[in-house]
């Protein structure tokens, strides 16, 4: 826990705050390549297993939801969050207060998906890459389980020794194996054009499978979702924006020009994987015999690398086999700083992360169990994890593509329309996959439930902290202080729209009070899921001969308390609150504290006062009757 700091939202702050290094939009590309271009390593092997001699058809099908559909979907993303905000924001601006958090604590649930299962089918992957290949399995004889283990060990072990993610590294790597697959997929259509009998034996037995080119596309979109690996990608380059340099004429940072050259780098991308995808997906499918890609044969998990050694031969093979390996190794790096970022961005403003959230080991450490326990339960198996890292990735658009609906839905009376039907359609290709491939749904799920149970918690746990770090009174507030003749302030709790004049008489009756100088404080109750407030304005306002603190909160004893302790603060004196016991159950009252705001105010006032002040005798008084 060394180094932990409590106020993690602070901590954000500074870190925003902080002059970011900032590149060329190709060289954030390469830094969010290394999660989009690794997929290459896996996913034709993976769509030859999901639709044998349609992977190229479903494939193409694939490119064209990526070019037609995701593409203008995070063109509006980052065009409506140019600091790196992403869709889960827009979607919490969309929906008020309960509604839009409690959507996006279960959307960070299918993120975790996503960046756990890109951890472990990375890694898996890489160590199918390694025991394939003859020398590096002499070097390290540890199996396809042990190898996975020890990748994904070694991953943490970096991450809690100290990690920075490098985009000069990512170039490197991402020229490197972009360049070999380059080299691959040349070297496969030398060999297509020397043989055309590959491509008549495929295209002869198509027709004999399926008779017509519309059964072909009929069966092949109902088959492309199980590729839906090829559009990973789309949400990291949209997070990486605050890195992309977008400089105007004179030199200065200029959103609109970052927002252009973040459409430049999702375009680039988008077209690149889409050469690749289909060309490689004709490569092999006409190329290597089915059985290699079936469990135990020589292509499954590594396709392009096992088209490699034979085309190119085993020394290039070697060296294809030692960039994917480090490509796919630093896509799980990229994962992981990517929840890094993530859990801390949304949960302690919601006041809904654990203590240890807030510390980067104990998390590192968290996350590095949860993807050796998701390792163990798929047995380090690629096309295994294939459906659950498909069915994070599909979520994450879907949500996307309806966060963009939803935002031009009054203002582009015809594009709305278009974006409307790309949402159905992910939305389709999301429900087909879980269909297929319930695997990704049960270990969302899984997430869902362990974000929302302990969000509660450590919302419940929170909930008597000072969440306000500032109060400012106005200029009508600070004379009502400095009336007070004698400097001991009394404050009178007062529900606002209530009888002052019955308020006053029950404080004076019950507390005792004769003439005292009395100011009451009313609270009205803003978006109560809201967890940090900033700052509190404290507005004097004279109501008859009666002077009364009114402010907004979404917690109104965290603003009772803060204020009591400003006025101490301001004053030198004692500070006296005065309040009434609430009628009903207490534990419904906590209830609705922790979820509403409000509940029995007086009890939990003064708890927040004891957590605040340590020491008795400089702490505000609660006085209730």
Same mark, same amino acid.
């Given at each position: 826990?060394?180094?932990? #700091?409590?106020?993690?939202?602070?901590?954000?702050?500074?870190?925003? @705050?902080?002059?970011?290094?900032?590149?060329?939009?190709?060289?954030?590309?390469?830094?969010?390549?290394?999660?989009?271009?690794?997929?290459?390593?896996?996913?034709?092997?993976?769509?030859?297993?999901?639709?044998?001699?349609?992977?190229?058809?479903?494939?193409?099908?694939?490119?064209?939801?990526?070019?037609?559909? @995701?593409?203008?979907?995070?063109?509006?993303?980052?065009?409506?969050?140019?600091?790196?905000?992403?869709?889960?924001?827009?979607?919490?601006?969309?929906?008020?207060?309960?509604?839009?958090?409690?959507?996006?604590?279960?959307?960070?649930?299918?993120?975790?998906?996503?960046?756990?299962?890109?951890?472990?089918?990375?890694?898996?992957?890489?160590?199918?890459?390694?025991?394939?290949?003859?020398?590096?399995?002499?070097?390290?004889?540890?199996?396809?389980?042990?190898?996975?283990?020890?990748?994904?060990?070694?991953?943490?072990?970096?991450?809690?020794?100290?990690?920075?993610?490098?985009?000069?590294?990512?170039?490197?790597?991402?020229?490197?194996?972009?360049?070999?697959?380059?080299?691959?997929?040349?070297?496969?259509?030398?060999?297509?054009?020397?043989?055309?009998?590959?491509?008549?034996?495929?295209?002869?037995?198509?027709?004999?499978?399926?008779?017509?080119?519309?059964?072909?596309?009929?069966?092949?979109?109902?088959?492309?979702?199980?590729?839906?690996?090829?559009?990973?990608?789309?949400?990291?380059?949209?997070?990486?924006?605050?890195?992309?340099?977008?400089?105007?004429?004179?030199?200065?940072?200029?959103?609109?020009?970052?927002?252009?050259?973040?459409?430049?780098?999702?375009?680039?991308?988008?077209?690149?994987?889409?050469?690749?995808?289909?060309?490689?997906?004709?490569?092999?499918?006409?190329?290597?015999?089915?059985?290699?890609?079936?469990?135990?044969?020589?292509?499954?998990?590594?396709?392009?690398?096992?088209?490699?050694?034979?085309?190119?031969?085993?020394?290039?093979?070697?060296?294809?086999?030692?960039?994917?390996?480090?490509?796919?190794?630093?896509?799980?790096?990229?994962?992981?700083?990517?929840?890094?970022?993530?859990?801390?961005?949304?949960?302690?403003?919601?006041?809904?992360?654990?203590?240890?959230?807030?510390?980067?080991?104990?998390?590192?450490?968290?996350?590095?169990?949860?993807?050796?326990?998701?390792?163990?339960?798929?047995?380090?198996?690629?096309?295994?994890?294939?459906?659950?890292?498909?069915?994070?990735?599909?979520?994450?658009?879907?949500?996307?593509?309806?966060?963009?609906?939803?935002?031009?839905?009054?203002?582009?009376?015809?594009?709305?329309?278009?974006?409307?039907?790309?949402?159905?359609?992910?939305?389709?290709?999301?429900?087909?996959?879980?269909?297929?491939?319930?695997?990704?749904?049960?270990?969302?799920?899984?997430?869902?439930?362990?974000?929302?149970?302990?969000?509660?918690?450590?919302?419940?746990?929170?909930?008597?902290?000072?969440?306000?770090?500032?109060?400012?009174?106005?200029?009508?507030?600070?004379?009502?202080?400095?009336?007070?003749?004698?400097?001991?302030?009394?404050?009178?709790?007062?529900?606002?729209?209530? #009888?002052?004049?019955?308020?006053?008489?029950?404080?004076?009756?019950?507390?005792?009070?004769?003439?005292?100088?009395?100011?009451?404080?009313?609270?009205?109750?803003?978006? @109560?899921?809201?967890?940090?407030?900033?700052?509190?304005?404290?507005?004097?306002?004279?109501?008859?001969?009666?002077?009364?603190?009114?402010?907004?909160?979404?917690?109104?004893?965290?603003?009772?308390?803060?204020?009591?302790?400003?006025?101490?603060?301001?004053?030198?004196?004692?500070?006296?609150?005065?309040?009434?016991?609430?009628?009903?159950?207490?534990?419904?009252?906590?209830?609705?504290?922790?979820?509403?705001?409000?509940?029995?105010?007086?009890?939990?006032?003064?708890?927040?006062?004891?957590?605040?002040?340590?020491?008795?005798?400089?702490?505000?008084?609660?006085?209730?009757?």
């Amino acid at each position: 826990m060394e180094g932990q #700091d409590k106020s993690s939202e602070i901590k954000a702050e500074k870190r925003t @705050a902080h002059k970011t290094d900032k590149g060329p939009w190709w060289k954030v590309m390469c830094l969010t390549g290394v999660d989009y271009f690794s997929t290459l390593g896996y996913q034709p092997g993976i769509a030859y297993i999901a639709a044998g001699l349609l992977s190229p058809i479903a494939t193409a099908i694939l490119v064209l939801l990526t070019l037609f559909g @995701a593409l203008p979907v995070y063109y509006k993303v980052a065009a409506y969050s140019p600091n790196g905000q992403g869709s889960l924001a827009m979607l919490e601006e969309l929906l008020a207060s309960w509604r839009g958090k409690t959507l996006v604590l279960i959307l960070l649930g299918f993120a975790a998906t996503d960046f756990i299962i890109t951890i472990t089918l990375s890694a898996a992957d890489a160590a199918a890459h390694i025991t394939a290949n003859p020398m590096l399995s002499k070097i390290l004889p540890l199996g396809q389980m042990g190898l996975t283990i020890l990748l994904i060990v070694l991953l943490g072990a970096i991450f809690i020794k100290g990690f920075g993610e490098a985009i000069g590294l990512s170039v490197v790597l991402v020229s490197v194996y972009l360049a070999l697959n380059f080299a691959i997929v040349v070297a496969a259509g030398m060999e297509l054009s020397h043989s055309l009998d590959h491509f008549s034996k495929w295209s002869d037995q198509l027709v004999v499978d399926h008779h017509s080119i519309w059964n072909m596309l009929g069966i092949s979109m109902v088959l492309f979702p199980k590729l839906a690996l090829g559009l990973s990608g789309f949400e990291t380059g949209v997070a990486v924006m605050p890195l992309v340099k977008g400089t105007n004429e004179k030199g200065e940072e200029d959103l609109s020009h970052r927002i252009a050259n973040t459409k430049k780098l999702l375009l680039t991308s988008a077209l690149i994987m889409s050469v690749f995808l289909i060309a490689s997906s004709f490569a092999t499918t006409l190329l290597i015999e089915p059985a290699e890609f079936q469990e135990g044969g020589g292509a499954n998990g590594r396709a392009l690398s096992y088209l490699c050694h034979k085309l190119l031969g085993p020394n290039v093979g070697t060296v294809y086999d030692l960039s994917s390996i480090s490509i796919l190794w630093f896509a799980g790096a990229s994962a992981m700083a990517g929840l890094l970022n993530l859990v801390p961005r949304y949960l302690p403003r919601y006041g809904m992360a654990p203590d240890w959230a807030s510390a980067k080991n104990p998390l590192v450490i968290f996350l590095t169990a949860v993807a050796l326990a998701v390792t163990i339960i798929f047995k380090a198996n690629v096309d295994a994890q294939a459906g659950a890292y498909a069915t994070g990735v599909l979520v994450l658009i879907t949500s996307a593509a309806l966060a963009v609906t939803l935002k031009v839905w009054h203002s582009a009376k015809i594009a709305r329309y278009a974006y409307a039907v790309i949402t159905l359609i992910f939305f389709y290709t999301t429900v087909l996959n879980i269909n297929e491939r319930p695997d990704g749904l049960h270990i969302a799920t899984f997430f869902i439930g362990a974000i929302l149970l302990t969000s509660i918690i450590s919302r419940a746990v929170r909930s008597t902290e000072l969440r306000i770090r500032e109060v400012v009174f106005d200029s009508a507030a600070k004379e009502f202080l400095k009336d007070d003749p004698d400097q001991e302030i009394r404050l009178v709790a007062h529900r606002p729209g209530g #009888d002052l004049e019955k308020a006053e008489q029950e404080a004076m009756s019950t507390h005792n009070l004769h003439n005292e100088y009395l100011l009451f404080v009313e609270v009205t109750l803003s978006d @109560a899921s809201q967890f940090k407030l900033k700052q509190v304005i404290v507005r004097g306002e004279q109501v008859g001969r009666f002077r009364v603190l009114k402010c907004t909160s979404p917690a109104i004893p965290n603003a009772i308390a803060a204020l009591l302790l400003h006025v101490r603060d301001e004053t030198k004196k004692q500070a006296h609150i005065y309040m009434g016991w609430t009628e009903g159950n207490p534990i419904l009252y906590v209830i609705r504290f922790i979820f509403l705001g409000e509940g029995e105010t007086a009890p939990v006032t003064r708890e927040i006062l004891r957590e605040a002040e340590a020491d008795p005798n400089k702490r505000p008084r609660v006085h209730v009757g």
